[in-house]
């Protein structure tokens, strides 16, 4: 939910207008948008090539992951690992815009271990590709992006661990 929402939700329970504080909030969140901006478009033109490239590190770091035996053995199993990666890449930018975790949170990261679990997937390679994610994607931006978005990683690699 992005701090405009937070902010009008919280106003409203408690019956009253948002705060100077609150409104410092939101028009910081303004000030920002146009950096978020740049930072999800970069994410998200590039998503193919960035992918593509933390799979091949993961790869590097992980053989075993390919070998016969492997989760990611196969075109299929590849597709599907490639797959999810592409969808963590999506709600890292939709975080990004809306500048919260709670998209995050809401849309990919709720029963995810879970999940993997139940499928058999180690948590401990997905929180490697995610890093690895991470790296390829933060090697596009400045510094001061890089700043912006590491954190949106950082925290799918911590509900992961």
Do not use: H
């Not at 999810?84 to 890292?92: E, G, K």
């Amino acid at each position: 939910m992005s701090v405009i929402s937070q902010v009008l939700l919280k106003a409203d329970d408690e019956l009253r207008y948002p705060t100077t504080g609150e409104l410092k909030a939101i028009s910081d969140f303004f000030e920002t948008g146009a950096q978020r901006l740049r930072i999800a478009t970069t994410l998200a033109e590039n998503e193919k090539r960035l992918v593509e490239q933390a799979s091949k590190q993961l790869w590097q770091k992980r053989p075993d992951f390919i070998a016969p035996g492997g989760n990611a053995y196969g075109q299929k199993q590849r597709a599907l690992c490639l797959r999810d990666y592409s969808w963590y890449m999506r709600l890292i930018t939709y975080g990004i815009l809306s500048g919260d975790k709670e998209p995050i949170e809401r849309t990919g990261l709720i029963g995810v271990r879970e999940m993997y679990n139940s499928l058999g997937v180690p948590m401990a390679g997905m929180v490697e590709a995610i890093r690895c994610l991470k790296d390829a994607s933060l090697s596009l931006l400045s510094a001061e992006e890089a700043e912006v978005a590491a954190p949106y990683f950082d925290y799918i690699i911590q509900a992961m661990s």
